[in-house]
Nanobody, 124 residues
């Protein structure tokens, strides 16, 4: 059974930092492209970042470039999202997702597995 378990969310003031983790089990982690998405209340799920299978390439949505960093540790089957200079508009539930088939995509429909999400709240 595949499980993706996010952690590290919380309440932080604007300008602060958080580091999200997503621990995977039940799959060959290094065979999956990993992504982070977020969903704010009343909004659609939004792509945040993706990282290739061997961490050779990353891609970010424009709104987080220069502030967020995605990384992975295949030995630990874990993907991370370091979030710096947080803004109130970053407030959302953050989800990690695993993609077996593509080389990396912003389309949430193409991801095979999802975590349950972790809440990030940024106060102004």
């Amino acid at each position: 059974q595949v499980q993706l378990v996010e952690s590290g969310g919380g309440l932080v003031q604007a300008g602060g930092s958080l580091r999200l983790s997503c621990a995977a089990s039940g799959l060959t982690f290094s065979s999956y492209v990993m992504g982070w998405f977020r969903q704010a209340p009343g909004k659609e799920r939004e792509f945040v970042a993706t990282i290739s299978r061997r961490a050779g390439s990353t891609y970010y949505v424009d709104s987080v470039k220069g502030r967020f960093t995605i990384s992975r540790d295949n030995a630990k089957s874990t993907v991370y999202l370091q979030m710096n200079s947080l803004k109130p508009e970053d407030t959302a539930v953050y989800y990690c997702a695993a993609d077996r088939a593509t080389g990396g995509t912003m389309n949430p429909l193409l991801y095979d597995y999802w975590g349950q999400g972790t809440q990030v709240t940024v106060s102004s």
